[in-house]
């Protein structure tokens, strides 16, 4: 998502987004050299790309060849609870982790790689470490709402504005199954709440307006024809 302010901004109280409750991945993604970090959910590619280093952009474009775009029947399932906490669930945080990263992405749910595991991982800040969540919902959310323009790795050329609340309560588990509660603001509520729709089968077309959802999908479907 490429975070652009809204006509009236509302002052946003700060909270504290790298709360200790919330453990990283055991192996830190950190960023290489020529790599670009940009504000996107998931991450879209945008006119700044040519400016990417060759290996950024060849491992930009492998690791985005995993991603299901619109039309797979995966982004429209919902997730399935994950009930096994073993080395199997790390090595799928850690390969979404770095798919994550490799796609220049600041959110990945698994059901974008076609997994039905409750899962999603995200990293707001650049160069800060990766964070896991399992089984994660929206315990609580505020009545303050931002509109903020999204876009979505499994939605390509596709940026829509998006309605939604400021503050957020997230629960979780983390991938060793110790149980999270995540108070987020800002920019890390939004990425939370846009993966957390990936893993009940909502993607930001069910949450923009009707003309921008049809523009939206005339944009696919000419990508598509290509």
Request: proline share 7%.
């Amino acid at each position: 998502m490429r975070a652009v302010a809204p006509p009236k901004r509302c002052p946003v109280q700060p909270l504290d987004c790298a709360s200790p409750m919330v453990p990283a991945l055991t192996q830190e993604l950190d960023e290489e050299p020529g790599e670009e970090h940009e504000d996107e959910l998931d991450s879209e590619e945008s006119d700044a790309s040519p400016t990417l280093a060759p290996e950024v952009r060849a491992r930009r474009e492998a690791a985005l060849r995993h991603v299901r775009s619109f039309g797979d029947p995966a982004l429209r399932s919902r997730a399935l609870a994950v009930e096994r906490f073993d080395v199997r669930l790390h090595d799928e945080v850690d390969h979404m982790g770095r798919l994550m990263r490799d796609c220049l992405g600041i959110g990945l749910a698994a059901t974008q790689l076609g997994v039905l595991h409750r899962v999603l991982v995200y990293r707001v800040e650049s160069g800060s470490p990766v964070i896991g969540l399992v089984n994660p919902s929206v315990l609580w959310s505020g009545r303050e709402k931002e509109i903020m323009e999204e876009g979505c790795l499994s939605l390509p050329g596709v940026h829509v504005d998006v309605d939604r609340p400021v503050y957020v309560r997230v629960g979780a588990l983390s991938p060793d199954g110790d149980e999270l509660t995540i108070e987020a603001s800002g920019l890390e509520a939004r990425v939370l709440q846009h993966e957390i729709d990936h893993l009940d089968g909502v993607l930001i077309l069910d949450r923009t307006t009707r003309e921008q959802r049809k523009e939206a999908i005339r944009t696919l479907r000419e990508a598509t024809a290509d």
